[in-house]
């Protein structure tokens, strides 16, 4: 079931979210739920906390080919090595029509849990290691927005509020 994405600036976006700690068929059902949500948006990850679930879980899929589909489903995923500086443009399925650069580690190492509760290490660069790094973020309350200088977060508030405002208006 495809399940609303909630925006920015919800504050179910800023909360924290928790270990899991047993793999159920909710668990299942909720990965299911998460990854059509990601490939209706369509995005390259998504986070639980982002339809207003806060567990620590992930998918993310940075295919490029449409018809190869390669979905990495992390549970409790964790950053045990960064290195390296990125400095890519991002962006977000909580925080639409808007992107920016953000700085980031260029290869980072993870380890996760997958639903059947076997640990994997995922050794990355590139876009995956940026999407590990933004959709971990999501875990911990934290959006690529929230990486910016005041400046530039500022300016992207007002325009973004703005816009948001203007929506609103156009649908009354
Ligand atoms: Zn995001």
């Not at 899991?20 to 209706?40: C, F, G, P, Q, S």
Request: proline residues 5%; glycine residues 4%; contains cysteine.
């Amino acid at each position: 079931m495809v399940r609303t994405i909630l925006t920015y600036p919800d504050p179910e976006l800023k909360k924290r979210s928790n270990p899991v700690t047993v793999i159920t068929d909710k668990t299942r059902e909720l990965v299911r739920d998460m990854a059509e949500t990601m490939y209706a948006a369509p995005g390259v990850g998504l986070a639980a906390p982002q339809i207003g679930v806060h567990q620590r879980v992930i998918v993310i899929d940075v295919s490029t080919q449409e018809d190869k589909p390669e979905l990495i489903v992390a549970i409790n995923p964790e950053i045990v090595h960064a290195e390296g500086e990125a400095f890519e443009e991002e962006g977000c399925l909580s925080i639409p029509k808007f992107s920016a650069n953000v700085r980031r580690h260029a290869r980072v190492v993870v380890k996760a849990l997958n639903l059947d509760g076997e640990e994997l290490t995922y050794r990355c660069d590139d876009l995956l290691a940026i999407a590990f790094q933004h959709e971990i973020d999501h875990l911990d309350g934290i959006l690529f927005i929230d990486h910016l200088s005041p400046l530039k977060k500022g300016i992207f508030r007002k325009r973004y509020l703005r816009a948001q405002e203007d929506a609103k208006e156009h649908h009354k």
